[in-house]
């Protein structure tokens, strides 16, 4: 069976730090593009950042540049996403993904085609207070 499973989510207070991990099971990671996504009560899911699959180039939206990061460790077919510097905008379900497209320089094009991706976790709520 396939699944990506998330944890690591939390309530945190501003300037704060969480790691979320989503952990795949069924198929091999390595082989996809990945990404993460949140989604804000009211508000449409969006791209976060997202990675290649062969190059593992890596964009960032610009409300989380220089604050998270992402990354992925083919050992234990997981990724993750380092969360620094939190604020109360960045609370919203954070949803992990998998896209099957195969190539380079392709993180920024993922991470606007939500419809493109083959499998997502269940979702984590982060939550930022002031």
């Known amino acids: 069976e396939v699944q990506l499973v998330e944890s690591g989510g939390g309530l945190v207070q501003a300037g704060g730090s969480l790691r979320l991990s989503c952990a795949a099971s069924?198929?091999?990671?390595?082989?996809?593009?990945i990404g993460w996504f949140r989604q804000a009560p009211g508000k449409e899911r969006e791209g976060v950042s997202c990675?290649?699959?062969?190059?593992?180039?890596?964009y960032y939206s610009d409300s989380v540049k220089g604050r998270f990061t992402i990354s992925r460790e083919d050992a234990n077919n997981t990724m993750y996403l380092q969360m620094n510097s939190l604020k109360p905008e960045d609370t919203g379900v954070y949803y992990c993904?998998?896209?099957?497209?195969?190539?380079?320089?392709?993180?920024?094009?993922?991470?606007?085609?939500?419809?493109?991706?083959?499998?997502w976790g269940q979702g984590t709520q982060v939550t930022v207070s002031s």
């Open positions: 069924g198929f091999t990671l390595d082989a996809y593009a």
């Open positions: 990675t290649s699959s062969l190059d593992r180039s890596t």
């Open positions: 993904a998998a896209h099957r497209i195969v190539g380079i320089g392709l993180a920024r094009y993922v991470c606007k085609d939500l419809r493109g991706f083959d499998y």
